[in-house]
Each structure stands twice: as C-alpha cells, then as structure tokens.
C-alpha cells in the first residue's frame, strides 16, 4: 500500500473521464470500481477518483489470451 512518502501526485481522472478513455458506460466504470469492481478509486469526500497508472493495470489485468492449439 502507498504511503504519503511513495505516493507521486497525478491527475485524477473522474468517470466520465475514464469512460471516454476506455470506451465503457459510466454505470460501467462504477460497477466495476471498488469495492464493488476490482477497479481502485481514490476517494476524496463523496468523489472516487481514478489514477492513470491504476486504470491501466485494470485494463491489462483483463486482457485475455488465446490459448495454444496444437
């Protein structure tokens, strides 16, 4: 877990902003943030907010690879 010391400060995205970038629905990005999703969120009062690096280690956790036929 990140501490204050290791955390480095990025824009956050909101959901529409990671909507846009992935291409998925906002009811989509929240179904799949945490603690409902295996998506992390940042949350800062009422909002959850998303790291880029975060939403791309989300994506490639989901890639699916083709298994070998021989």
Known sequence: MPT???????????????AEQTGLCEKSVWNATAPRGTLPCVKLG?????????????????????????
């Open 4 to 18: 204050a010391a290791t955390l480095s400060i990025t824009k956050l995205m909101n959901v529409r902003e990671v």
């Open 46 to 70: 009422a909002r959850s907010l998303y790291r880029p690096e975060d939403v791309a280690a989300w994506i490639a956790s989901r890639i699916v690879w083709p298994v070998n036929a021989q």
